[in-house]
């Protein structure tokens, strides 16, 4: 479960809803499917910057619904507020926002939602249209919206979405508002039902450092090279500071993951997957007990000597690669069934869910059926916890609902978590880790292109300046420095840039990461360059497959 910060540190507003929205559907969703199957197990990994996001979400609408103050994200206000937007080019943007959603799950399924975003596309096709269109458009395009967005477990349990969704039209203030109570308590519940969860032995919980770095490019741009020889370069040859600044990451994601949910976790899913052999010392030097990355990063691994069913579904070790992992155990490394975990984000969404269940429970039949040491396999099946499911009918309902049922009755597959495969199985010797993340085995999402080294380059000249400017800071700005250089090494902005993905997307995050390097300017008490008022990232040209928010664990042929 992860969202990068939205939040525009100069006004405190949030630029795009995505992290609320998720919150509602798939974050909801999927808690109420673990808590829905007694017998089920699962390991559900958070980013702590999502977490302070989904509590700043609660209080922010905890705070208005009691006292009238502000909503800082513009399409709640929207949603909340009696009066909406009267200039045009607001209206657009909230009538532009109301369309980016699945239309076909999302929907279609409700005939006034569907004839909502028709009028709306017409208008966006024809901007000067948009004087015509009335407040009570809005308010209806709006609330249907978020009903759309809603969680399918919340539409079918949550008497006041029902009503709504029955109404259909001519929404009122009063409705908008009890939506928005109901939206207030999703997010405000999520920690407390996901803390349970954990507290009972149904699932366990772990995390990824603070603000979803990739690690081993902190530590050693240089590493890419390791799976991608030929990869182009930033200028720079080395991020500055890179160690101290995973160290950060590491340290201060597990003071928030242990505020939320009171405990330390035994696991680290290293953000993307990304490892190597200097980041695997350093998981083990906090003491994780296990961490997990891609099937390819162990076919590269091991090379010549082989992969696929033998080599996958096993635990791994690495001899301490750093003086700082002497004396703790070794952590377990896991990897990723790619063709198992794929198949779930790319190809059953179009499938019957009870085929679909039956096609992967039978793949890991033939899986446990060719193993040597059926007591020593683990199958990781390693999924985005976001944006599979909106490709789904009843996002997922069906399938998520069947799979942990099936799995749950099967007598020779049995649930899991990590640290319980840690525990109880014996690891292999890995004798050496080529650096790679879940995404081809490379590191390649995030480097080697001429957009994402710009990046790399405007990080590592806002870094210098950080460097330069902290030791003359008083505590509480350095400390408020700190925080925002580590959104700036957040890996979301990387994967964004590269005219292979949507040009709308590419706008938004060059927009946004450029907005997040001036807030840490400001922060130091510098003019920000002026090469950040100006868009770098190209025009993106792409459609990639699910609108280039998941990836294949493969490069395809």
Known sequence: MHQPSYLDPGTGDYLLPWTYLHGIKDYADMAAHLEANPAARAVVNFSPVLLEQLEDYSRQIAGFLESGERLRDPLLRALAMPTLPVNNPERR????????????????????????????ETV???????????????????????????????????????????????????????????????????PHRYRHLAETGRVELSMTPYAHPILPLLQDLQSARESWPASPMPVVDQYPGGEERARW????????????????????????????????????????????????????????????????????????????????????????????????????????????????????????????????TVISVIMDGENAWEHYPANGFHFLNGLYQRLAEHPGLILTTFAEAADETEPRDLQRLVAGSWVYGTLSTWIGEVDKDRAW???????????????ELDEATRIRAEA????????????????????????????????????????????????????????GRGQPERGGVMRHGRAEP
């Open 93 to 120: 943007q909230l009538v532009e926002q109301c369309q980016r959603i699945n239309r076909q799950r999302l929907a279609d399924p409700f005939p006034a939602f569907r004839h909502l975003l028709e009028i709306a």
């Open 124 to 190: 966006s096709a024809h901007p000067a249209s948009m004087r015509y269109l009335s407040d009570a458009f809005l308010v209806d395009l709006i609330t249907w919206y978020h009903l759309g967005w809603m969680g399918e477990t919340v539409r079918r349990s949550e008497p006041r979405v029902q009503r709504l969704i029955d109404k259909g039209d001519g929404f009122t203030l009063h409705d908008r508002r009890e939506l928005l109570g109901v939206i207030g308590e999703l997010l405000a519940g999520l």
């Open 249 to 376: 990451h590491l340290a201060r994601g597990l003071e928030i993951f242990e505020h939320t949910f009171g405990h330390r976790p035994h696991g680290c899913w290293p953000s993307e997957g990304a490892v190597s052999q200097a980041t695997l010392a350093l998981l083990q030097s906090y003491g994780f007990r296990w961490t997990a990355s891609g099937g390819a990063v162990l076919d590269n691994s091991l090379g010549a000597e082989g992969g696929g069913n033998g080599q996958w579904h096993r635990a791994y070790t690495l001899a301490p690669q750093h003086p700082e992992a002497e004396g703790h155990a070794a952590t377990r490394c896991f990897f990723r069934d790619d063709g198992l975990s794929d198949a779930i984000g790319f190809e059953f969404s179009d499938w019957h869910g009870d085929d679909a269940v039956a096609n992967l429970v039978s793949r890991m039949e033939a899986i446990a059926a060719g193993c040597e040491a059926p007591e020593q």
């Open 457 to 471: 380059e405007l990080l590592a000249e806002a870094k210098q300046a950080f460097d330069q400017r902290a030791g």
């Open 484 to 539: 925002q250089l580590a959104i700036c090494e957040s890996s979301d902005w990387f994967w964004w840039f590269g005219d292979y993905n949507p040009a709308e997307v590419i706008r938004d995050f060059d927009h946004l990461y450029r907005v997040q390097l001036a807030a840490l300017y400001h922060t130091l008490g510098q003019e920000p360059p002026e090469h950040l008022s100006h868009a770098f990232a190209r025009q």
